[in-house]
């Protein structure tokens, strides 16, 4: 059984930071992507970031500049630098990985944390 489990969210003012943590745990082979994703009310689940293992990133154009995504492959945890935070940011964050269960398997799964608020005060 694999659990992603998320750290780090809550209430901020604008205009400052947050730092997410999300680590995997379970019965996992190898991790290929992990990264975040976010829901405000009322709105779909979008990107925020995410990191290969190999250490490319992608990022959510409103992302860009002000977070920084990490990654300890060693620990299979994923971090988000969230920094210049803005009311717009206010949502639920979502921890998302795709791996490998076993060696040899060809497909990946796709796992997700249960969320942390990060709500910012304007």
Request: glycine letters at 12%.
């Amino acid at each position: 059984q694999v659990q992603l489990v998320e750290s780090g969210g809550g209430l901020v003012q604008a205009g400052g930071s947050l730092r997410l943590s999300c680590a995997a745990s379970g019965s996992i082979f190898s991790i290929n992507v992990m990264g975040w994703y976010r829901q405000a009310p009322g709105k779909q689940r979008e990107l925020v970031a995410v990191m290969r293992s190999g250490g490319s990133a992608n990022y959510a154009d409103s992302a860009k500049g002000r977070f920084t995504i990490s990654r300890d492959n060693a620990k299979n945890t994923v971090f988000l630098q969230m920094n210049s935070l803005k009311a717009e940011d206010t949502a639920v964050y979502y921890c998302n990985a795709d791996l490998y269960l076993r060696p040899g398997d060809r497909y990946k799964y796709r796992y997700w944390g249960q969320g942390t608020q990060v709500t910012v005060s304007s």
